[in-house]
């Protein structure tokens, strides 16, 4: 069958082929594991707030320091909802419209390299420095504004090559109207103007025979559409916009020059040259040895044949190129080494001053928290400087094509391993919360939740646990019903003096009250969420050192016992999880609180029915107790074998007794369960 001739022509179009190669690639590093990423961070106030309080809420909340990102993260909410998959695929539409912009641009910069302006935009894609990209709600602002930002660039050096008038003007006021809006919502991107810069010079030198008047002339004259721009948001930010946020706020930020100025200079100069460094180069490592050093082997694997299929997708798009890698368009020409030598001075000089707002503004890069998204413009100049170092450096087209699989490689495991991370993070919290709401029914007003997850999953800010917990306990309501805190030194010490405050964030107040504490905890190693009792200690080896500080602070009774259950909304948290051994664990601790004892032992006789055993034999306990008190000998004598065998276990309850005071007689039906455990205590008291 003889092919169509336009079709033939669509199959042979380079660009084509490198959006496909881009998109290709993008999918497989992105998307494999999407539909199993969730919330996280940032996210939980916004989610807590359009499902409370409507989207105008969401606006409301970054009036403290970003308006306009709050206007667009309000409408980008009301299309897409809560479902967190969708906020996923939107975040990897952004992405991959950015890089597409970027292809454009570097197309422009050098119009005859399409191998390596695409090689460009696939490092750009897929740059292993930005780890955010599976915080998907929060992080799709950055995506967005970076898109726009690129864009902006792009239209900038169309205009400036354009030899249409009216296109020109068109696209210069596009230009700049995309730069405004880019800094409007992240403030920090105001280094795109920088890198505008740098290539407009780039071209002004192109063009000037190298005359340094005629460059500056050319480039105050194609740079003034969007520096009016970047004036008018420099008047806002500096002096009409006042920041609630101290991180945010100019005039701290100032205060610490004008107080400190030899300290913030030195600073200024080492925390730069730190940035450039690790963005440039120990992005391409650091990530990747973190997050894969201690992986799972099967995961390995896998991220092993999904970098092989992008891999063999870039030579299957080398070779497709092969041809015009030996002619004057991609090797040989007089001016191929200006090009690539130009590349590698824009490409630094572009990561360079992408990342001076960032240090100006007393912040800084690094591979721990979420502090890499400051090297998300300068990804760009990391792009170009690399594949003009590749090409530099190396002559024959093999050479290049390895050392570029390589990195394409690296980059993709990275980003693979990094979402199994955030995987992982959200099923700790989706088990925290289905566990929790399977113990309890409800929570008691003012109540304030204090939960410690695994350590590498830790909650880091207080609305990490109310805003979920008021999305399960108090649906709708636009109240914050609960409170929560994380835990840490601060709030140890606040716990221990049962401290009462308020509390402001985002323009929003509610009371904290330490003496209302509810504590739970994930040790992880398979273990149950343990929902802690200051009336019995029940602590097994698996607990983390501070679970035994401040378990005696959990107030249990802020369990309402007698509301009906609530449960977490699936198309925020998911669907339930398997009923396994956690749900008849939750469910027991839930009936012996309420003492009824035939509940916890039909749950015992149900869960035995099934073959399910807990991980962490503290989790016995509940059983225990309740064969014990319903007289079935032989089964609580058989559990107390396994308890006893777990000594953290039995110091930590049977330290709670203190013989000296008050015995415990042995033929007590009541209190047979504490005696087998702890023998001594049998008839202290007599």
């Given at each position: ?84 998959l969708v906020w996923q695929l939107y975040a990897f539409c ?153 991180v945010t706020d100019v005039g701290v930020i100032g205060g610490m020059y004008l107080s400190n100025p030899g ?424």
């Amino acid at each position: 069958m003889i092919m169509p001739e336009k079709i033939r022509r669509l199959l042979q179009n380079e660009l084509l082929i490198s959006v496909v190669l881009l998109t290709a690639v993008s999918a497989l590093t992105y998307l494999p594991l999407t539909n199993q990423l969730g919330y996280y961070r940032d996210d939980w106030h916004v989610v807590w707030a359009a499902n409370g309080r409507g989207l105008m809420q969401i606006f409301d909340q970054h009036l403290t320091d970003r308006p306009f990102m709050g206007a667009t993260y309000a409408l980008t909410y009301g299309v897409l909802g809560s479902n967190p998959l969708v906020w996923q695929l939107y975040a990897f539409c952004l992405r991959l419209v950015g890089g597409l912009g970027f292809l454009w641009l570097m197309r422009q910069l050098w119009r005859n390299k399409p191998v390596a302006t695409t090689a460009m935009a696939l490092l750009f894609l897929i740059y292993p420095g930005f780890l955010q990209q599976p915080n998907a709600n929060a992080y799709q602002n950055h995506l967005f504004a970076l898109t726009l930002g690129v864009f902006s660039l792009a239209l900038t050096v169309y205009a400036r090559q354009s030899k249409r008038g009216i296109r020109r003007s068109v696209a210069l006021l596009f230009s700049a109207g995309l730069g405004l809006g880019c800094y409007l919502i992240m403030e920090w991107m105001v280094g795109i103007e920088a890198i505008r810069l740098v290539m407009l010079g780039a071209l002004a030198w192109r063009e000037s025979e190298r005359r340094a008047g005629a460059v500056a002339r050319r480039v105050v004259l194609w740079w003034l559409p969007t520096l009016i721009a970047l004036g008018a948001f420099l008047v806002w930010r500096l002096f009409l916009f006042r920041s609630a946020r101290i991180v945010t706020d100019v005039g701290v930020i100032g205060g610490m020059y004008l107080s400190n100025p030899g300290e913030m200079l030195l600073r200024f100069v080492i925390e730069s040259s730190r940035d450039f460094v690790e963005t440039v180069f120990l992005a391409w490592g650091v990530p990747f040895y973190k997050l894969v050093s201690n992986a799972a082997y099967i995961d390995l694997v896998v991220s092993l044949a999904l970098a092989a299929i992008g891999v063999g997708l870039l030579v299957a798009y080398w070779r497709s190129r092969s041809d015009s890698m030996s002619t004057p368009i991609d090797a040989a020409a007089s001016d191929e080494l200006d090009w690539r030598r130009e590349a590698v001075l824009i490409g630094l000089a572009s990561a360079l001053v992408a990342l001076q707002p960032v240090v100006l503004a007393n912040r800084q890069v690094s591979f721990e928290d979420t502090f890499d998204r400051y090297t998300l413009v300068a990804a760009m100049g990391v792009a170009m400087s690399v594949v003009g170092g590749l090409f530099w450096l190396f002559e024959k087209p093999l050479l290049r094509l390895v050392f570029l699989a390589f990195l394409t490689a690296f980059s993709m495991i990275t980003h693979y391993h990094n979402a199994i991370y955030f995987r992982e993070f959200w099923e700790q919290q989706r088990q925290l919360w289905w566990q929790l709401s399977w113990r309890a029914p409800d929570l008691k007003d003012g109540a304030l939740l204090l939960p410690l997850l695994p350590p590498g999953f830790r909650l880091a800010e207080g609305y990490e646990t109310w805003g979920p917990a008021n999305l399960i306990y108090s649906p709708g309501s636009p109240d914050i019903r609960l409170s929560g805190e994380t835990l840490n030194n601060e709030t140890l010490l606040q716990l221990k003096r049962g401290d009462k405050f308020g509390k402001y964030f985002r323009r929003l107040t509610f009371i904290l009250n330490f003496e209302n504490s509810l504590i739970v905890s994930l040790p992880g190693r398979g273990a149950c969420l343990h929902v802690h009792d200051n009336t019995r200690a029940e602590l097994s080896e698996n607990e983390e050192p501070m679970t035994y500080l401040i378990a005696g602070y959990s107030n249990i009774h802020l369990i309402d016992i007698d509301l009906p259950p609530k449960s977490p909304p699936q198309h925020i948290f998911g669907s339930e999880p398997e009923r396994g051994w956690c749900y008849y664990y939750q469910k027991a601790s839930l009936a012996r609180q309420r003492a009824d004892w035939d509940e916890v032992v039909r749950l015992g006789d149900e869960a035995m029915q099934k073959n399910l055993s807990p991980l962490d034999t503290s989790e016995w306990m509940p059983f225990y107790e309740g064969y014990a008190r319903q007289q079935q000998m032989d089964e609580a004598n058989r559990l107390g074998g396994i308890l006893r065998a777990n000594p953290t276990l039995v110091w930590s309850f049977c330290s709670q007794f203190d013989p000296q005071e008050e015995g415990v007689a042995e033929d007590s039906r009541e209190a047979f369960w504490i005696i087998n455990l702890c023998p001594h205590l049998a008839d202290k008291g007599d």
